[in-house]
């Protein structure tokens, strides 16, 4: 079984329309979840991360974790042309040293069509 | 805001030569990482360096690989004798004491002809 799975679409939306992104995982020792946008031939950027089970908006997105479930989720709300990307989510445990390995999906892309 | 940047944006090299692929971190951030992307692939892991000394290695990090600091402020990816396999987007990524989270650079494509 993949550390992470992510369903690699391609996903093809109207412009406007509500967008749900998702991955499962199956290492229950992560804590911390991201999702990064990756634009063509460009490095990941950062949108959102969570540390805990629940909801967290930062505008038009919603990420969403349920570690009972090893699942998260992020949702675009009116979706724009402009969001259309590759979107990565990713996952990490923060050891004792501090620093940590991101484990990424292999990521969804996403059209929004105007 | 402040970013990551890399150099160069695009690498071309012939097979069996030694490439050293650069990143500029964050001011004050002090966990460095590389990770590569094969075209059409995941991202991948490579390497954590931290305090001097590399903190945690994939397998795709073998003896051909090395990174280091030479200067306190560039942070610097090696491969001394390139393969065609080792064509992929490498980026860097730096995150700070109190971040939970990496910021990662825009990448340099290796081609290995």
């Known amino acids: 079984q993949k550390e992470v799975e992510q369903d690699p679409g391609p996903l093809s939306v109207p412009e406007g329309a509500i967008v749900s992104l998702n991955c499962t995982y199956s290492?229950?020792?992560?804590?911390?979840f991201m999702w990064y946008r990756q634009y063509s031939r460009k490095g990941p950027e950062l949108l959102m991360y969570?540390?805990?089970?629940g909801n967290k908006e930062d505008g038009r997105f919603t990420a969403q974790v349920d570690k009972s479930s090893k699942y998260i989720s992020l949702f675009i709300r009116d979706s724009q042309p402009s969001d259309s990307a590759t979107y990565l989510c990713?996952?990490?445990?923060?050891?004792?040293?501090?620093?940590?390995?991101?484990?990424f999906g292999t990521g969804t892309k996403l059209q929004v069509i105007p | 805001e402040p970013e990551v940047t890399q150099t160069p944006s695009h690498q071309v090299t012939q097979m069996g030569q030694e490439v050293i692929l650069r990143c500029v971190p964050i001011?004050?951030?002090?966990?460095f990482y590389w990770y590569r992307q094969i075209l059409g692939q995941k991202v991948e892991f490579l390497v954590s360096?931290?305090?001097?000394?590399?903190?945690?290695k994939s397998e795709i990090f073998d003896d051909q690989f090395s990174v280091e600091r030479p200067d306190g402020s560039n942070f610097t990816l090696k491969i001394r004798s390139t393969k065609l396999e080792d064509s992929a987007m490498y980026f860097c990524?730096?995150?700070?004491?109190?971040?939970?989270?990496?910021?990662f650079g825009p990448g340099t494509r290796l081609t290995v002809l």
């Open positions: 990713a996952m990490t445990l923060l050891n004792s040293g501090g620093y940590q390995k991101v484990t």
């Open positions: 290492n229950s020792a992560f804590q911390y």
């Open positions: 969570t540390y805990s089970s």
């Open positions: 001011s004050n951030h002090l966990y």
């Open positions: 360096f931290y305090n001097n000394e590399i903190s945690e």
């Open positions: 990524a730096t995150k700070g004491t109190s971040a939970d989270t990496q910021y």
